[in-house]
């Protein structure tokens, strides 16, 4: 799928590309779009399957037209979640480490062609891309600590015992 579609941006004949962002239900033509892009924004909203977010997106999508989006996909041992849990809970055995994202936001690809697939999207294709963020564990642990990241903050409050020892 995503050969399709970079091989459709390198075609001057399909390449004319325009853009609008229009409020949730408004703005917009029915099926005005070839193409529906998101990127890093899907797993931020609650339940886009339920909220008329992905409803909206098949209305302005053109017949065959694709939808390219980019999310993290990840589960609850991605990463610097699952560094911390392993420091902390080794500092405290009972520390429970609280979920990545609110309840009802998705956390991957199988939640995304589920949804899709639930709001009449048909040929879903999903891929995994590695985002080459493999920094060590020393740099993802500094930037964890430094960041100010709302994951970072949740995690550091959620423990109860001595931080200096995590």
């Known amino acids: ?36 892009s998101s990127t890093m924004a899907i797993h931020v909203l609650p339940a886009p399957d339920e909220t008329g977010t992905l409803a909206q997106w098949a209305r302005l999508l053109a017949p065959d037209g694709i939808v390219a989006m980019g999310m993290w996909d990840f589960d609850e041992n991605y990463g610097p979640h699952a560094l911390w849990a392993e420091a902390a809970v080794a500092v405290d055995s009972r520390y429970v480490n609280p979920p990545l994202l609110p309840s009802r936001h998705w956390t991957g690809c199988a939640q995304l062609r589920a949804g899709l697939k639930a709001a009449g999207f048909r040929d879903v294709e999903t891929e995994v891309h590695e985002s080459g963020f493999d920094v060590g564990k020393e740099r993802v642990m ?17 423990f109860k015992g001595d931080l200096k020892k995590v």
């Not at 001057?12 to 325009?18: E, H």
């Not at 500094?142 to 959620?158: E, H, I």
Request: net charge negative; glycine share 8%; aromatic share 8%.
């Open 142 to 158: 500094r930037f964890f600590w430094d960041s100010g990241n709302p994951m970072a903050v949740d995690r550091q409050s959620s």
């Open 1 to 36: 799928m995503l050969d399709r579609l970079m091989s459709l941006c390198s075609d001057p004949a399909t390449s004319n590309v325009s853009d609008m962002a229009t409020p949730v239900g408004g703005g917009a033509a029915e099926a005005a779009f070839s193409h529906v």
